[in-house]
């Protein structure tokens, strides 16, 4: 069985978590706990030397790490559903939306970025939740206005994507962390109509082994 | 033609400039002084809503954000040289790897990023090249722990993909800022290859019509 090493909390593992469900794949959670420092030991920086989760650990033994290239990896070993279009134009723009949120949002006000704006530039506990609220309002802004369809259940047609995988999982954090979403209704609709299917629910942070 | 709207010491337009020689593609540059706030002009920002660079208009008008997506495209658009193996275990380890610059270096250390820290958080002149030294430095060392041949050309073989595109233009970047390089002694042997190439030389920062 495949072994996913996660933390509850997490929105790259949400993401995986989420893929893994929508294409029926059969998976242990291992919590890493990254605010007591798990990633940062001797065996799981082993595993993946970026200190990070998510890692996959395949059947045969392969580690992948970086939860955009897990993506990738399952969308073409389980085809169905797919996660990017298949006209090229579509899959960039589907693509460039995801990014929008895998670049632009989440590496800049993740936990070790916030950390160390704290620990090493003074930064307080208010100075931190704001950073990450700006951050997350600009890519919103910018995830919004790429979309292109006004009534589409989806970001970008009747199904979800990996753009909407993104989106759901840093809404989570965006709620966590009191971003005024006023302005994003769109985002929300999309995001109810993830909530109503079963791999987005059973992959909430809230429903994961180690949710506190 | 193409039109590539690009800022010379731009690392995300740097990637794409490889990508689009590599291919064998002619492309118009349309340079953006993201010094001078170009980006954020309403023309700019209705063409490419995250007030980024690059943007790529295709031929047909069709609009491309997001370096990485536009890579992904071009790969599709023109398939030899490939950016990617064919293989998916290898594919997504090679894509793992230009996250981990991708993600986890470029993101965080770029001039919004670097901007705010200075004007919204108080960070000095040395505080912000500090910063942007400690998480490329993090990144070069995880970047360097992925990569599992010691003799091979480039990362993961003898031809350049789209890990060692990240990584040639994230090195530019690196000694413009002044990172200690002497434990990455294997990235600099990639670089001295891809320097080797006309794709990268011609994309070189200094080689753009913008340079300053």
């Not at 978590?17 to 082993?46: H, I, P």
């Not at 949120?101 to 704006?117: E, Q």
Request: aromatic share 8%.
């Amino acid at each position: 069985m495949m072994v996913l090493y996660s933390y509850w909390r997490s929105t790259t593992s949400y993401r995986v978590r989420v893929a893994l469900n929508l294409k029926g794949l059969v998976y242990e959670t291992r919590a890493v706990d990254l605010v007591a420092g798990a990633q940062r030991s001797e065996n799981y920086a082993a595993l993946n030397p970026g200190q990070g989760v998510p890692t996959l650990v395949l059947e045969d033994g392969s580690v992948l790490t970086q939860s955009m290239a897990i993506l990738d990896y399952l969308d073409a070993l389980v085809p169905t559903p797919a996660l990017l279009p298949a006209d090229p134009l579509d899959r960039a723009h589907a693509l460039a939306a995801a990014h929008t949120i895998a670049m632009d949002i989440h590496p800049v006000i993740n936990l070790k970025i916030v950390g160390r704006l704290k620990g090493e530039h003074g930064a307080s506990q208010d100075d931190g939740v704001a950073w990450m609220k700006h951050w997350m309002t600009e890519g919103f802004r910018a995830y919004q206005a790429l979309l292109t369809l006004e009534t589409s259940k989806f970001s970008f047609g009747e199904t979800p994507l990996l753009c909407d995988i993104c989106l759901v999982a840093q809404l989570y954090n965006a709620y966590r962390w009191g971003v005024d979403m006023s302005q994003f209704g769109r985002l929300l609709e999309i995001e109810k109509e993830a909530m109503k299917l079963d791999a987005f629910q059973q992959a909430r942070p809230d429903a994961q082994p180690d949710a506190g």
